[in-house]
């Protein structure tokens, strides 16, 4: 197993920095790595986007957030704040209904917003009528009048704590640096007190109107509903379950396409000796390998895969969760072997790769057309041939079987 890491290792290098086994000048290394940086930002720029793509949690259930805050809420002043404050984890356009602005969601992603979260959305719309939103600015006018009042009333102490020493001290009024006198102060925050004390209760009888509209009473029946909000919490939790794996799939087949044309194109260009072609592909293969090998772990680590793992664990060894540690150490490095073999038998195939030349009488490490019956190419001077260790004939190197015999060459042989 090691020794095909480590020949895997070296041939990926050799790949890398070679053209036709000839090291490239670094003036085209650099190219090509900055090549490679480029590249690689793109892909994980497209991943990111088609990561985006479908509808996460959040967006199909664009209500769950301020619904649970709701219902979580202690404040008594809860229900005037879920009909006027904006709690919205996603781009919200204030000149639309909150109908429209979950149908955007919708257009803009693959997926659906929940059916409950459009019945949220349509009950709020039909309490922005005239009647609500007058209510509601005159509560915010009063509560700004109530603002101003408390913040001259600040001022008006700090003056009458200091106008409150001058008179016990027998300062002149002429030389005091306060506006007021301590009797016109105290009787001053008599009055706002009272003027605050009124607002208030105008406040309390308008948030009563407010409730007691119909549109607004059919809202709160749905938020009040513990079936209603028990089922949008089931679907979250459902598309939070499976969204980390929907997203790395979708990745993947983003992906797939970039890998199978790269390696197609190697393949290619191995075949018919073109170096430069070769050690291009040969790193967009790599750049975009990369990303998928990453994906690969991700999947191990979260989502669907990882839950159903936790909970064979949990029912097998009672809650010991650190045996998932375990699996992951001992799976990891099969899967990295996995990886190594196929690539080995798809990039790397050297009998594969032997036996295209040979029938298009190239040679077998620069891919360049070799005169009839030649033994060495002219081209780089590399012997084709091997002895077998049968007959002892002349046959071809890294083909499995000899050309004059049948017998096979798996066994190591010394090249003559």
């Known amino acids: 197993m090691w020794r095909k890491i480590k020949r895997f290792i070296r041939t990926f290098f050799r790949k890398s920095r070679r053209i036709d086994d000839e090291p490239i000048n670094k003036v085209s290394l650099i190219l090509i790595i900055i090549m490679d940086i480029f590249i690689l930002s793109n892909v994980f720029m497209g991943l990111n986007d088609i990561g985006n793509w479908y509808i996460s949690p959040s967006q199909s259930h664009p209500c769950y957030s301020p619904w649970q805050s709701y219902r979580n809420d202690t404040n008594e002043n809860k229900q005037y704040a879920v009909l006027t404050e904006n709690r919205y984890d996603y781009r919200y356009n204030p000149d639309l209904t909150l109908r429209e602005n979950y149908q955007n969601i919708d257009d803009d992603h693959l997926g659906s917003v929940s059916s409950i979260c459009y019945r949220y959305a349509s009950s709020f719309d039909a309490v922005q009528i ?5 209510r509601v ?25 200091s106008t409150l020493l001058e008179e016990i001290a027998g300062q002149p009024e002429d030389l005091s640096i306060n506006q007021v006198r301590a009797q016109e102060a105290r009787q001053t925050l008599e009055e706002n007190n009272a003027r605050i004390a009124t607002l208030n209760d105008e406040i309390a009888t308008l948030k009563e109107e407010i409730f007691a509209l119909p549109a607004v009473q059919e809202f709160f029946s749905l938020l009040d509903s513990d079936s209603e909000f028990n089922s949008l919490e089931n679907s979250f939790d459902r598309a939070s379950f499976w969204y980390p794996s929907i997203q790395i799939i979708f990745q993947v087949l983003f992906l797939a396409p970039l890998i199978a044309i790269a390696a197609w194109l190697h393949l290619k260009a191995d075949n018919e000796g073109n170096g430069q072609l070769a050690l291009i592909t040969w790193h967009l293969l790599v750049i975009f390998s990369i990303p998928l090998i990453i994906k690969i ?24 969760l650190f045996v998932i540690a ?11 072997f ?23 009488s190239k040679c077998l490490r620069c891919a360049k057309k070799l005169p009839p019956n030649s033994l060495y190419c002219p081209h780089c001077g590399y012997y084709q041939y091997q002895e077998c260790h049968n007959c002892g004939d002349l046959t071809y190197k890294h083909l499995g079987y000899c050309i004059n015999c049948g017998a096979s060459q798996e066994q190591p042989q010394t090249n003559p």
């Open 130 to 134: 005239p009647e609500f939103t007058t």
């Open 338 to 360: 996995a990886l190594v073999k196929l690539t080995q038998k798809v990039i790397f195939n050297t009998k594969n790769q032997a036996s295209k030349r040979i029938e298009q």
């Open 137 to 161: 600015n005159d509560i915010s006018s009063k509560e700004s009048a109530i603002a101003s009042v408390e913040a001259e009333n600040r001022t008006i102490r700090q003056q009458y704590d």
């Open 326 to 336: 375990y699996l992951y150490i001992f799976i990891i490095p099969l899967i990295t």
């Open 297 to 320: 772990f991700q999947f191990l680590q979260v989502g669907a895969l990882l839950s159903i793992v936790v909970d064979i664990v949990a029912v097998l060894f009672t809650g010991l």
